[in-house]
């Protein structure tokens, strides 16, 4: 069975810095493409990351500079480290694990930048 679970969301101040995590089970892990997503409500669910299983790291421009991914296959885990966090950065976020036609998703964690 396929598990996804991400930890590390809360309620962080603007200008603060979180660090997510997503841990797989039952997969491959390092044969894995990697993203994170995010959405709010009555938004579509947007890419914010990805790293590749060769670990080319892509961000979408809106956090270039600000998040960092990384993948750690020894753990099976990959991370999203937000520094510098805007209120717009609010949202539920979910890892994604991709490997030609098999897609898995994690349950999300919320994150909140407010003051």
């Known amino acids: 069975q396929v598990q996804l679970v991400e930890s590390g969301g809360g309620l962080v101040q603007p200008g603060g810095s979180l660090r997510l995590s997503c841990a797989a089970s039952g997969i491959i892990f390092s044969s894995y493409a990697l993203r994170w997503y995010r959405q709010v409500p009555g938004k579509q669910r947007e890419l914010v990351a990805a790293?590749?299983?060769?670990?080319?790291?892509n961000y979408v421009d809106f956090v270039k500079g600000r998040f960092t991914i990384s993948r750690d296959n020894a753990k099976n885990t990959v991370y999203l480290q937000m520094n510098s966090l805007k209120p717009e950065d609010t949202a539920v976020y979910y890892c994604?694990?991709?490997?030609?036609?098999?897609?898995?998703w994690g349950q999300g964690t919320q994150v909140t930048v407010s003051s």
């Open positions: 994604n694990a991709r490997l030609s036609d098999r897609e898995y």
């Open positions: 790293i590749t299983s060769g670990g080319t790291k």
